[in-house]
């Protein structure tokens, strides 16, 4: 009853974020509370009805163990404080199984592929809803010198593993495997940063900025600027840059967007659902 009661409250959340989240890029603030007080509310009162400290006990270290995680995506600048807060509330949700084939445990590893594989598919949807954007990005992007000198050691770096696997028939398959990886996400490389630089930055008036909008430029107003802050905009930032608007101080800023993300959390968690681990799946 618990594990079902469970399922349908995850299901109901993620269903509304990834919702929420593809119409207007953001994870709302009361969804995310809503569930992490609904995780431990109902583990709470299958405690209470049990007279078991387990179910209460298992959604907190859920919740820690999602926290953690969530706060090294937030600060390491991987994802949103919408999509961290949606990993704690499903922490207090799922809960905390000791064992490695916890339902817990397989979501986050199915999350780490699905979500690398939903972020290169709407990366490739963006390069090609704006293809004439991209490509002169992309042109622009490989030739700048930081990009030359990867691509230069990348060819070097190629060639030696190529003639190493011609040389070394043991291994042949390997090397040439390694040669191929390390070219390709060269270019990938290239291709994610153009796709951002053509895609994801937007100029935008201040009254459109919300909590968490990654400023892309500094904005100078007078003789003092505001630098874009690495964990995006606080409200009194916000505040700032809207009350300058207002006194027509400034006009637009340039923001980057990120992809939204929540979608990628409710394919993982069916994926689990119906597979468990995908990896022990396929394996197996």
Known sequence: MLALTLIIVSLFVLIIAA???????????????AGMAAGLGIHLIFSLQQWNYWPITSSIIGFAIAFGLACLMFYTGQWGGGDAKLLMALGALIGFEPSKLAFGTS???NLVFIGGAW?????????IKNAKAFLKKFKETRNENKYKKLRIITLFTTGILLIAAFIMTNVRFELISLAL???????????????????????????KLTEGDWLVEPVKYGKEKLMPPKLGLEKPQVALLQ?????????KVLVKYGLPFAPAFL?????????????FAIIT
């Open 107 to 109: 979501f986050l590893i």
């Open 243 to 251: 009350k300058l608007y207002a006194q027509k101080k400034i006009d």
């Open 119 to 127: 972020g290169l598919l709407w990366t490739a949807m963006l390069a």
């Open 181 to 207: 990886i390390g070219y390709v996400l060269c270019y990938l490389t290239i291709f994610i940063k153009s796709t951002e630089l053509s895609s994801m930055h937007k100029w935008v008036t201040p009254d």
């Open 19 to 33: 919702y929420v989240d593809l119409r207007i890029l953001e994870v709302p603030d009361w969804l995310n509370y």
């Open 267 to 279: 394919i993982a968690f069916i994926i689990t659902l119906a597979f468990n681990n995908m990896i």
